[in-house]
């Protein structure tokens, strides 16, 4: 498998699952900023939609969307808890999780990164991701992670988006279970290997 990614960007999540699920894969960096991969190959031509992650299967298949590419991995190393059995409710809590990274969290800090966005609607987003990290620290009281007792898919693309905060001023000092839970995460041997690979550690 080939994982096409972006140092930090949100691709960092499936990559953490890669080393979690101790499964063999070929790190492919594609810019987001000049869609090129380092020997020069025009990164539209892989994946159309320009952004990353992108995982390409053993037969070429290409998977998009970070949601999905974690379920897939998830489900190639069951025995790594992941991501509960499919078919269960605690499977449709994983879904619920995801698209509530991907919309809420994920998407919030879209603006943010825009050099175009206007400072009136930078504060509206800051305030409305404090918001939501306000439900989430309430959510984490009491939890080692967001599904309970395993480490699973939706705390890595979490993990990954909440690493936006500094850089973009989302102030988390506020919320002591989101910075407990977050430092529980980062602490991981497969996150801190994703990350050295990502050159976002010494």
Same mark, same amino acid.
């Given at each position: 498998?080939? =994982? ?22 070929? =790190? ?20 159309? =939609? ?153």
């Amino acid at each position: 498998m080939k =994982l096409y990614y972006s140092p930090g960007a949100c691709s960092l999540s499936p990559h953490i699952a890669l080393h979690e699920a101790g499964l063999a894969f070929e =790190l492919v960096m594609a810019s987001t900023k000049s869609h090129k991969l380092q020997d020069g190959t025009d990164y539209y031509g892989i994946n159309p =939609l320009g952004y990353v992650p992108l995982l390409e299967l053993d037969d070429g298949a290409h998977l998009r969307e970070g949601p999905a590419i974690l379920q897939y991995i998830a489900d190639l190393s069951p025995q790594k808890n992941l991501a509960p059995a499919n078919g269960t409710l605690q499977r449709y809590r994983l879904q619920e999780w995801l698209t509530f990274i991907g919309t809420e969290i994920h998407k919030g800090f879209s603006p943010l990164f825009n050099p175009a966005t206007p400072d009136a609607y930078k504060t509206i987003a800051r305030d409305k991701l404090t918001s939501r990290y306000t439900w989430l620290d309430k959510e984490l009281a009491g939890k080692e992670w967001l599904m309970g007792e395993h480490f699973g898919v939706a705390d890595g693309y979490l993990f990954t988006v909440t690493n936006w905060a500094k850089p973009t001023g989302v102030d988390l000092a506020p919320f002591p279970n989101v910075q407990a839970w977050h430092a529980r995460v980062g602490a991981r041997p497969a996150v801190q290997a994703a990350m050295k690979a990502e050159g976002l550690l010494k």
